[in-house]
């Protein structure tokens, strides 16, 4: 069967990542970088020696600055920041064929329209069917071939399934689900809850601090996806619950690694090192998201206040530690 042809959008860790996926029986598949300097150095080094060192590019993955490649794909993934999907999304417009696939493979809400990134895209490019890839992996796992599964969803249960059989490999394998919203909580919620759970770690707080804040992040996940219409078995499934535990307990997150460093009592400027978290944009407009609601996110709520330097990291700790004796939810 001849695979349906695939662009990717971002030329940064897990773009690379997943343009490999891609390249497994298929004969080329163009990957987008923003500048033609990041282009030319994929195109001549064949690995991204700033995030993936030492871990090649596909044969077939062939790296552009030019996003006209788009027009020959019928499935293009979107691998930008979140912050910057609707400025790609409009960029691509013009060259996205009627019924091409947009995967969003970003996880984060959009901060100044305080919208999700699937509505982005479905506002930006209407020609398109619009689809969500989430779930715990990390890129470097991923290029090793590595076992990872996780969630692709459409509300459209057809092309779900169409892009989980395009998609999937022997070792990288996607479900599917029609739960737009609960995917895109999960994807989004983790990444806040990430950077708390660096922070416990980076203060030394132990292990069944970090467990117990684990558990009360997930209760907030739940109960944040519950206000917004998401299924519980979506919240408890890879995009939910499996990629919240993936995330924090790892520093090959780079959320964990930024709670981390703040947790150690690194400035915000010093502790993010330059690298793109995208809980540190999330944290705002999910507590936000969570006041309109009237949804208590206590831990959300605490990184938000540290990162905008409303808390520190003890106060933030002593607040949490107060808060009233209450029956479990």
């Not at 030329?11 to 029986?25: D, F, I, M, P, Y």
């Not at 060259?95 to 479905?122: D, N």
């Not at 709670?259 to 090192?273: K, M, N, Q, T, V």
């Not at 507590?287 to 959300?300: C, F």
């Amino acid at each position: 069967m001849t695979r349906a042809p695939v662009a990717v959008l971002g030329a940064g860790a897990w773009g690379v990542a997943l343009a490999n996926v891609a390249a497994q029986g298929r004969a080329r598949v163009p990957l987008w970088a923003h500048d033609h300097r990041t282009a030319e150095a994929l195109a001549r080094d064949r690995e991204n020696k700033l995030r993936l060192p030492g871990l090649k590019l596909a044969g077939a993955v062939a790296p552009t600055a030019d996003m006209s490649i788009l027009r020959d794909a019928e499935i293009i993934l979107a691998v930008t920041p979140a912050q910057a999907m609707r400025m790609t999304a409009r960029a691509a417009r013009p060259y996205l064929r009627e019924g091409a696939a947009f995967v969003i493979c970003a996880k984060g809400i959009e901060r100044e329209g305080r919208k999700f990134l699937s509505e982005v895209a479905r506002e930006e490019l209407p020609q398109a069917g619009v689809a969500v890839l989430s779930g715990p992996s990390f890129a470097a796992d991923v290029c090793r071939g590595l076992p990872t599964a996780v969630t692709l969803a459409a509300h459209d249960e057809q092309l779900a399934r169409r892009l989980c059989e395009e998609l999937s490999t022997k070792t990288f394998r996607l479900y599917r689900s029609t739960d737009v919203r609960g995917v895109e909580i999960g994807g989004s919620a983790k990444n806040v809850l990430a950077i708390a759970a660096g922070m416990s770690h980076g203060r030394g707080l132990g292990a069944s601090a970090q467990a117990a804040l684990i558990a009360r992040g997930f209760a907030e996940l739940m109960r944040l996806g519950r206000a917004l219409g998401a299924r519980q078995e979506t919240l408890m499934g890879l995009s939910g619950l499996g990629d919240l535990v993936l995330t924090c307990g790892s520093a090959q997150s780079r959320n964990f690694a930024l709670g981390e460093a703040l947790g150690r009592g690194e400035s915000l400027e010093d502790a993010a090192h330059g690298k793109l978290a995208e809980g540190a944009f999330t944290a705002r407009v999910l507590v936000e998201m969570a006041q309109t609601h009237d949804v208590e996110l206590p831990i959300s709520e605490a990184v938000d206040a540290i990162l905008a330097e409303r808390l520190s990291v003890d106060g933030a700790i002593e607040a949490l530690l107060m808060r009233p004796l209450k029956a479990e939810d």
